[in-house]
């Protein structure tokens, strides 16, 4: 069976739509589009899409959860708290850069894209929230970090680093003081949120 006889599905979909989109930008992301390069009927991407809205929110869903492997399996393995968050974002700034370089039509269309998506997009960052947050609760009960709010620590580091992260900064990612840069940061959000060890140790 070819490719152009396979059963469409939602994921067929999806793969199509990123490539539409990747070859002629985020104005294409409708399904019309859509359906012409999968070489079907609209009323047939219909069945498995029901308007373009959706659409983009499931490109954007796509995307952002190719990102969350990696991460969750840092953040649920267990060890010294304050190395996994800092593993947990040093893996989320190398994933983002990857994406940056390997796919940059598809990371630029992203960013215009997700602007549209507006509850996926907030349910990503919810996620990478809490995925700090379950490493620095960890931390505080290990006496590494100090007794705040797991949450509300965890979106301020994720807000404190997004210039290394966030899409609408990629264009600052070839800095060559970037890294630099992210480590004075991070060394001052560690100064307060880690417990001040006694003078003299």
């Keep these: 069976m070819s490719s152009a006889d396979a059963p469409l599905t939602r994921d067929r979909i999806l793969a199509a739509a990123e490539d539409v989109i990747r070859r002629f930008g985020p104005a294409k992301a409708n399904v019309v589009d859509v ?3 999968l070489g079907v009927s609209h009323a047939a991407v219909y069945r498995h899409v029901a308007t373009k809205a959706e659409l983009r929110d499931l490109v954007v869903g796509r995307w952002a959860e190719a990102t969350m492997p990696p991460l969750r399996a840092i953040a649920a393995k267990p060890g010294p708290a304050q190395q996994r968050l800092r593993r947990l974002f040093d893996a989320l ?27 996926v997009a907030t349910a990503h960052v919810e996620e990478l929230i809490g995925l700090a947050a379950m490493v620095i609760r960890s931390g505080v009960k290990e006496g590494t970090f100090r007794t705040v ?25 070839a800095d060559p003081a970037i890294d630099a840069a992210y480590n004075d940061v991070w060394r001052l959000l560690m100064d307060g949120l880690c417990v001040a060890k006694p003078l003299g140790e």
């Design 35 to 37: 359906a012409r390069a």
């Design 149 to 173: 709010d797991p949450v509300a620590a965890g979106r301020a580091v994720l807000f404190a680093t997004s210039r290394f992260h966030h899409p609408a900064h990629a264009a600052e990612w």
């Design 93 to 119: 700034i190398a994933v983002k850069r990857r994406r940056a370089s390997q796919d940059p039509e598809l990371f630029a269309a992203y960013r215009t894209l997700a602007a549209d998506a507006q509850s």
